[in-house]
Nanobody
Framework: QVQLVESGGGLVQPGGSLRLSCAASGFTFSTYAMNWYRQAPGKEREFVATMSSTGGITNYADSVTGRFTISRDNAKNTVYLQMNRLKPEDTAVYYC?????????WGQGTQVTVSS
C-alpha cells in the first residue's frame, strides 16, 4: 500500500532553514508528481509546492516562492522541501502528498515551528 513518511521538522528561529524529507513506498515513485502541503493551526490545508515525476516542472505557492525549493531523488523514492528564510507564518504541519489513480494519499505530517 502507499506509504508516505515525512521527517525533518522542528523548531527554528526566524530567518533559519530546515529541510523536510518524505520517503515514499508502495507505488512507482518515479512516475508520479509529488506535492507538499501545510496546515497551520485553525486554518485550511494549503498547497506549498509540486514537482513533476522527472523533476523538470515545479510550481510553488506565492507565499514561499524564492524561499522554498522542492526536489526529489527517484533512486531513493524521496522528495524534499528545502525551506530557507523561514518566517513565523510558515509555522504549520507539513504534509507530503501524491495523487494516484484519482485518490490522494497523505503522510502523517511533520511539525515546523518558526519562533524566537
Amino acid at each position: 500500500q502507499v506509504q508516505l513518511v515525512e521527517s525533518g521538522g522542528g523548531l527554528v528561529q526566524p530567518g533559519g532553514s530546515l529541510r523536510l524529507s518524505c520517503a515514499a513506498s508502495g507505488f512507482t515513485f518515479s512516475t508520479y508528481a509529488m506535492n507538499w502541503y501545510r496546515q497551520a493551526p485553525g486554518k485550511e490545508r494549503e498547497f506549498v509546492a509540486t514537482m513533476s515525476s522527472t523533476g523538470g516542472i515545479t510550481n510553488y505557492a506565492d507565499s514561499v516562492t524564492g524561499r522554498f525549493t522542492i526536489s526529489r531523488d527517484n533512486a531513493k523514492n524521496t522528495v524534499y522541501l528545502q525551506m530557507n528564510r523561514l518566517k513565523p507564518e510558515d509555522t504549520a504541519v507539513y504534509y507530503c502528498n501524491v495523487i494516484r489513480l484519482s485518490r490522494g494519499y497523505w503522510g502523517q505530517g511533520t511539525q515546523v515551528t518558526v519562533s524566537s
